[in-house]
Every structure is written in C-alpha cells, then in structure tokens.
C-alpha cells in the first residue's frame, strides 16, 4: 500500500470515527431531553406513585451504553486479527 492510499484509508476512519462521536453526543441529548421531560411528566402527575419512566431510561440506557461502547472502546479489526480468524477457520475446517 502507497502512502497516499494509506494516508488516505486514515483520514476515511477518522472521518468516520468523528461522526460516530458526533452521532453519540446527539444520541445522549435526546435520551436526557426525552427521559428528563417523561419524569417531569411523572413528577406532576403522580409524584409519589411507582416511577414508571424507569422502563424507558433503563431499556433506552442499554442501548446508550452500546453505542457509547461502540464509539469509544471498540478497537477497530485489524490486519492481525483477520490472519488470526484464518487460521482458526482453517483449523476447525480439517
């Protein structure tokens, strides 16, 4: 592979991981905006009956987390990796 190719391949993951990043902090906003305003919906209605809104944060929060883990510590596949899984293939087709 060239440098420029190379170069090139950077710039498109970063390119990439950028968006992620963007797309995480938009995702985060509208998970607290949305869940803030169903517990003030909770608050002025039946303040001191069962928090519903629990159901929601909670099943929504899974997936925030996900994409968070997706975004921040997922290491992206590499070389060695793709040569490992090879192998392993190789090995378990015999």
């Known amino acids: 592979m060239n440098d420029e190719a190379a170069g090139q391949s950077s710039r498109e993951r970063a390119v ?14 509208v998970y607290l905006l949305f869940n803030g305003f169903l517990t003030v919906i909770w608050a002025l209605t ?6 519903w809104p629990i159901f929601l944060i909670a099943g ?9 883990w997706d ?11 793709i040569q490992h899984e090879i192998e392993r293939e190789r090995q378990h087709s015999r």
């Open 16 to 29: 990439t991981q950028l968006k992620k990043r963007r797309d995480f902090r938009t995702h985060l906003v």
């Open 46 to 51: 039946d303040l001191h009956g069962f928090f």
């Open 71 to 81: 975004v921040y510590w997922r290491h992206e596949i590499t070389e060695g990796d």
């Open 60 to 68: 929504w929060g899974i997936g925030l987390v996900m994409n968070a």
